[in-house]
C-alpha cells in the first residue's frame, strides 16, 4: 500500500545516522567496548566513559521492518515460547541464527546491561544473552512505583546499584569515570530530550504537521543517540522541518478531520499499512504514549541522585492510574477526538490494565478509544481482516459523533 | 416505486433486506455463504428482488456490509458491521441500549446512547469461541442440527459443565461427555452456558445497559438467549427479525444516502 504521507526532507539524516550507529556497533577491530543495553538503561554513563552503547530492541524493530518471523521462529526452536516478547525472541533468534539476520546479526557485546524498569522479561533474556556469548551482565534493579513516588529507600537502592555500575564499568573499561565527562553527557541528554519535547509538541498544531509514524521513524534518534550531539543536531534538522511545515501549512496526512492518540508500541512491520487505513479517512495520530516515554529530563543535582530518580520514574514504572491519566492530558493537550489502544501480545508491562486504563480515560476525556489485539513484530499475530473491521467500525462511530 | 437494499455477506450466511422510500421492510433473503459470498449475495438480491416485484431499475441505492462487504460490487458503499448492527438493531428495538451480536465468526458488544449512535463497541479477539460457527460445530460432533439446540436446553436437567471455550478442546469435552453416557440435552446447556459467560464478560468491557437486544443468527437459538440472559441479569429482547439487523442497518444507510442526495 502507498505511503500517504509526505516524507521528511531529515529522513535521509537519519537513515545516515542509523547506519553509522550500527557501522560502530559491527565495526570489527573496534577499539571502543561495546555494550548491548536495555532502552531504559542509564546510557549517559556509557557514554561518559566512552563505552558503545547498542540496543537490541532498536536492531529488533529493524529486523522486524524487514520481516522477523523467521528470526521469531529461530527463537522458537531453541524452545522460547511463541508468548516471549517478539523483541527478545528476534534477538536471540538473530544470535543463534546470524546468518538470516539483517545486517548478518547484531555481532558480540563486550558487556551486558539490563534495566528492569521496562518490564522483568529484560532479566531473562539479556541472561541468555550473556550465557551465550559468555559476556559480563549488569542488571539494574528498579523498583516498581505503585503510587507514582519515589520513596527515599528506593532512590538509595537504585543510587547504591549506580555506584555498582560505575565500579563494574571502570573495570570492563580499564579506566575511570570522568565526572566532568559525565555532567557533558547529562547535559547533552537533556538538550536532545528538550528538543524532542518540542517536536512532539508542535503536533498540537492544527493540522499537525506529524503524525505518528513519523514520530515512531525519527525516535530511533532518541534512543539510539541519547547524550550524544548527534542526536541534538537531528532533532534541530527536525524541529526546523516541522515548523516549517507549520508556517507554509503542510499536514502529515491529507486533509486532517480527526485526531487521535496512540497507546503502546509501534506495529513495525506494518507500520505505514496500519495507519493508511486511518489517514486515507482524514485521521491523524497527533500524539503517542510511546514515543513520549522518552520525555524525560535528568534533574539538575547529585549526578547518580538524578540518574536514579529518571530511571526510576519512567513511563512503564509507573501505575496505571498516572499512565492513564497521562493519555488522557495528551487527549485534551493536543485537542483529540479518541485514542487508539494497541494490545501489544510482546508487551505485557504496556498492555496489561489497557481495558480498565480504556473506561477511565473514554470516561475522562469523554471520547471513544479502540483497543485491539496485534504485535509490535510478529506478524502472524496481525490479524488483517479483523483488525481493519474493528478500525473501519471505530472512524465510523467517530463519524456519527460529528455534529 | 423505489427500494432501497442492504446486503451482509457474513462469514456463513448472506442476508438481504429490501426497504420501500418509508423505510418499511418488502422482502428478506437469506442463504448460506458457502465459498463465495459475493456471488451468493448477487443471486439471492436477483431472487428477492423478484419476488417482491422490484426491478433493478428501481432500487436506488445498495449498501453492504459484513465480510464479503468489499467483494460486492453492485454496491454504492459498504459500511462495517458495527454501524449497521447498531442501526438495525436500532429499528427492530428502538429503545435498545446495548446490542449483542452473535454472528458465525464474530461476536461483537455495542452500546448505544439515546439517539442511536454508537457510543462504544467490543469485538471477540481472533478466535472463533462464542460464536455461531462453535454451535455449528458442537452440534456437528453430537450429530444434531443446529435448529435443535434450542428444544434440547430446554429439557436439560443438570447442565454439563463445559470449561474450555476453545472450539477444538471443547468439542474434546462434548465428545468424552457423550462417552461417559451425559445426557445431550444437559451437554447443550452446558455449552450455551459456556459461550454466554464469555460473551457476557466481552460485554462487561464496555458495559451492560438495559435495552438489551441480541442480534445475528444465534439470536434464533433460545436456549442460548436463555443462558446469557442469566449471565447478564438482564432480560433480553429478541426480535423476530434479528438475523437481518446487518442487513436492514445497510439497507436503511442505503434509504439515508438517497434522502441526503434529494
Given amino acids: ?403 | 416505486m423505489s427500494a432501497y437494499l442492504g446486503v451482509d455477506i457474513g462469514s456463513r450466511t448472506v442476508k438481504v433486506i429490501l426497504l420501500d422510500g418509508e423505510g418499511r421492510i418488502l422482502a428478506r433473503g437469506l442463504a448460506t455463504a458457502g465459498h463465495d459470498g459475493p456471488a451468493v449475495a448477487a443471486r439471492l438480491v436477483a431472487k428477492v428482488c423478484a419476488e417482491a416485484g422490484i426491478a433493478a431499475s428501481q432500487v436506488g441505492a445498495t449498501v453492504a456490509t459484513g465480510y464479503g462487504r468489499g467483494r460486492y460490487a453492485a454496491a454504492d458503499a459498504e459500511s462495517s458491521e458495527i454501524t449497521c448492527h447498531a442501526r438495525g438493531a436500532r429499528y427492530l428495538v428502538p429503545d435498545a441500549r446495548t446490542v449483542i451480536d452473535i454472528g458465525g465468526q464474530d461476536s461483537k458488544v455495542i452500546r448505544l446512547d439515546g439517539a442511536g449512535r454508537v457510543l462504544d463497541f467490543v469485538m471477540n479477539d481472533r478466535c472463533a469461541a462464542g460464536t455461531g460457527r462453535f454451535l455449528e460445530v458442537m452440534a456437528d460432533a453430537m450429530g444434531l442440527p443446529v435448529s435443535e439446540l434450542a428444544a434440547l436446553h430446554a429439557r436439560a436437567e443438570r447442565p454439563a459443565s463445559v470449561s474450555s471455550t476453545c472450539t477444538v478442546f471443547a468439542e474434546s469435552e462434548v465428545i468424552s461427555h457423550l462417552a461417559r453416557g451425559v445426557a445431550p440435552a444437559d451437554i447443550v446447556a452446558g455449552l450455551h452456558a459456556a459461550i454466554a459467560s464469555r460473551v457476557f464478560a466481552l460485554a462487561e468491557r464496555v458495559g451492560l445497559e438495559p435495552v438489551l437486544t441480541c442480534t445475528g443468527g444465534v439470536a434464533r437459538n433460545a436456549g442460548f438467549v436463555s443462558a446469557l440472559s442469566s449471565a447478564a441479569r438482564m432480560p433480553i429482547v429478541v426480535a423476530e427479525d434479528a438475523q437481518f439487523a446487518g442487513a436492514l442497518g445497510a439497507a436503511l444507510l442505503a434509504l439515508a444516502r438517497q434522502v441526503e442526495r434529494r
Avoid at chain 1, 38 to 66: F, H, K, W
Avoid at chain 1, 85 to 113: E, K, T
Wanted: charged share 20%; with cysteine.
Fill in chain 1, 1 to 403: 500500500m502507498a505511503r500517504n504521507y509526505p516524507r521528511l526532507e531529515s529522513g535521509a539524516e537519519l537513515t545516515r545516522l542509523v547506519i553509522e550507529h550500527y557501522t560502530q556497533a559491527l565495526g570489527t577491530g573496534r577499539s571502543r567496548p561495546v555494550a548491548w543495553v536495555t532502552s531504559g538503561a542509564p546510557v549517559e554513563l556509557l557514554r561518559a566513559m566512552d563505552i558503545v552503547a547498542v540496543y537490541p530492541e532498536n536492531y529488533a524493530a529493524i529486523c522486524a521492518s524487514q520481516g522477523a518471523v523467521p528470526l521469531c521462529e529461530a527463537a522458537e526452536a531453541l524452545g522460547y515460547s511463541r508468548d516471549l516478547c517478539s523483541y527478545a525472541r528476534i534477538s536471540l533468534g538473530a544470535a543463534a541464527a546470524p546468518q538470516v539476520a539483517p545486517f548478518a546479526g547484531l555481532g558480540r557485546p563486550d558487556l551486558l546491561i539490563a534495566c528492569n524498569n521496562i518490564c522483568g522479561t529484560v532479566v531473562k533474556w539479556f541472561q541468555a544473552l550473556a550465557r551465550q556469548f559468555d559476556v559480563p551482565l549488569f542488571v539494574l534493579d528498579t523498583p516498581f512505583l505503585p503510587d507514582d513516588t519515589i520513596a527515599p529507600h528506593a532512590l538509595a537502592y537504585v543510587a547504591g546499584q549506580l555506584e555498582d555500575l560505575i565500579r563494574w564499568l571502570e573495570r570492563a573499561a580499564g579506566r575511570r569515570l570522568n565526572r566532568a565527562r559525565l555532567d557533558e553527557a547529562l547535559a547533552l541528554s537533556n538538550e536532545a530530550v528538550a528538543l524532542w519535547r518540542d517536536i512532539r509538541h508542535l503536533c498540537q498544531a492544527r493540522p499537525s504537521p506529524l503524525s505518528a509514524p513519523d514520530l515512531f521513524v525519527t525516535m530511533a534518534a532518541i534512543v539510539l543517540l541519547r547524550g550524544t550531539p548527534e542526536a541534538i543536531a537531528f532533532y534541530r534538522q527536525l524541529l526546523s522541518e516541522a515548523a516549517q511545515r507549520i508556517r507554509e501549512g503542510v499536514s502529515a496526512i491529507d486533509g486532517e478531520r480527526f485526531r487521535l492518540v496512540w497507546d503502546n508500541i509501534a506495529i513495525w512491520p506494518r507500520i505505514y499499512h496500519f495507519f493508511s487505513q486511518f489517514a486515507r479517512r482524514g485521521a491523524c495520530f497527533v500524539a503517542d504514549t510511546y514515543t513520549g516515554a522518552w520525555d524525560v529530563e535528568i534533574e539538575p543535582g547529585e549526578p547518580l541522585e538524578s540518574l536514579a530518580r529518571t530511571y526510576l520514574g519512567i513511563f512503564l514504572n509507573r501505575s496505571l492510574a498516572y499512565r492513564a491519566e497521562r493519555l488522557a492530558g495528551l487527549i485534551r493537550d493536543y485537542g483529540c477526538d479518541g485514542f487508539v489502544m494497541h494490545s501489544n501480545r510482546s508487551c505485557k508491562p504496556f498492555s496489561l490494565g489497557q481495558a480498565a486504563a480504556r473506561r477511565l480515560v473514554a470516561a475522562s476525556a469523554n471520547v471513544p478509544g479502540l483497543l485491539f489485539e496485534a504485535d509490535m513484530c510478529d506478524t502472524r499475530a496481525y490479524a488483517e481482516e479483523p483488525i481493519a473491521n474493528r478500525v473501519q467500525a471505530f472512524l465510523e462511530a467517530l463519524e456519527g459523533r460529528r455534529p
